[in-house]
């Protein structure tokens, strides 16, 4: 059974400066359901679009170092698919797991890739 993510201990997180677009945001919003757990380790975007929407299709490679923060990776693998992002201006349309690497030595390490697709709310 996942522990409840209010319970878990939240890393401390340096005051971001300045205006944070589209991509800063849904790294915030990434980092908020990994409970601050989560080392981001790299970010793709690229750009998306069909004959009636445009946006942006998103890779994180997200890592989870120690048992504390593999419980809230769990957590976070698990509330993924119908978490509620708010992102202004942004739907996202789709939120997926791609891959999950876990392993416990020498200590608790699990990494997590995910893909999601951002619409443009007009």
């Known amino acids: 059974m996942l522990a409840d993510p209010a319970t878990l201990p939240r890393p401390t997180r340096a005051v971001t400066r300045g205006r944070m677009n589209t991509s800063d945001r849904l790294r915030a919003a990434v980092q908020s359901l990994a409970c601050g757990h989560a080392r981001i380790a790299s970010h793709r975007e690229t750009s998306w679009a069909s004959i009636t929407f445009a946006g942006t299709r998103h890779r ?11 419980e809230a990776g769990e957590h976070f693998i698990a509330e993924l698919p119908d978490y509620e992002f708010d992102i202004p201006r942004q739907l996202v349309a789709d939120a997926a797991i791609v891959e999950v690497d876990h392993a416990l030595t020498p200590e608790p390490r699990l990494a997590v890739s995910v893909e999601l697709l951002l619409l443009e709310d007009a």
């Not at 994180?60 to 593999?70: C, T």
């Open 60 to 70: 994180l490679e997200l890592l989870f170092e120690g048992a504390q923060a593999v």
